[in-house]
């Protein structure tokens, strides 16, 4: 009779560790699908090695800069056909530089025109000014290279 109870009793242990078992996992699978819910934050998201420069800064390549809500970060130039100083041209030629723009939870990389407005979202922002200015010899590197950027 005694044999009998013990076994009826691991028994009931037995369901009693299954039933928690089972209690946590629901618990888990419920739980688990939220921690994959995005969090957006309410500021740009950058990932830069460089501290963030304030508005108007002249910055280089790979140096993010603040313009209003967004952070820009002017990533290569992609053409400068300027024209040269001292040198009569027939066209002015133009600065096309490939920039990165981080807003709330979104980044858009963009080719930004020199004196061109341009519009990503529902923000606006215009390349300012290059430095320095284009000159025959020796060929501007891409450390000389500074821009402002202008929130429009």
């Given at each position: 009779?005694?044999?009998?109870?013990?076994?009826?009793?691991?028994?009931?242990?037995?369901?009693?560790?299954?039933?928690?078992?089972?209690?946590?996992?629901?618990?888990?699978?419920?739980?688990?699908?939220?921690?994959?819910?995005?969090?957006?934050?309410?500021?740009?998201?950058?990932?830069?090695?460089?501290?963030?420069?304030?508005?108007?800064?002249?910055?280089?390549l790979?140096?993010?800069?603040?313009?209003?809500?967004?952070?820009?970060?002017?990533?290569?130039?992609?053409?400068?056909?300027?024209?040269?100083?001292?040198?009569?041209?027939?066209?002015a030629?133009?600065?096309?530089?490939?920039?990165?723009?981080?807003?709330?939870?979104?980044?858009?990389?963009?080719?930004?025109?020199?004196?061109?407005?341009?519009?990503?979202?529902?923000?606006?922002?215009?390349?300012?000014?290059?430095?320095?200015?284009?000159?025959?010899?020796?060929?501007?590197?891409?450390?000389?290279?500074?821009?402002?950027?202008?929130?429009?």
């Amino acid at each position: 009779m005694v044999g009998q109870f013990v076994d009826i009793q691991a028994q009931a242990s037995r369901k009693g560790v299954t039933a928690n078992a089972m209690k946590h996992a629901l618990i888990l699978a419920a739980i688990l699908p939220l921690s994959a819910c995005a969090i957006v934050p309410n500021s740009p998201i950058v990932d830069s090695q460089h501290e963030v420069a304030q508005q108007g800064s002249l910055v280089g390549l790979l140096r993010p800069v603040q313009l209003g809500r967004v952070v820009v970060t002017p990533m290569r130039v992609t053409e400068d056909s300027r024209c040269p100083q001292d040198v009569q041209c027939v066209h002015a030629g133009r600065v096309v530089v490939e920039t990165r723009i981080d807003g709330p939870g979104w980044r858009q990389t963009q080719p930004l025109v020199l004196g061109d407005p341009h519009s990503v979202r529902d923000v606006r922002v215009t390349l300012m000014e290059v430095q320095p200015a284009m000159r025959v010899d020796p060929r501007i590197t891409s450390a000389q290279y500074r821009f402002r950027f202008s929130p429009d």
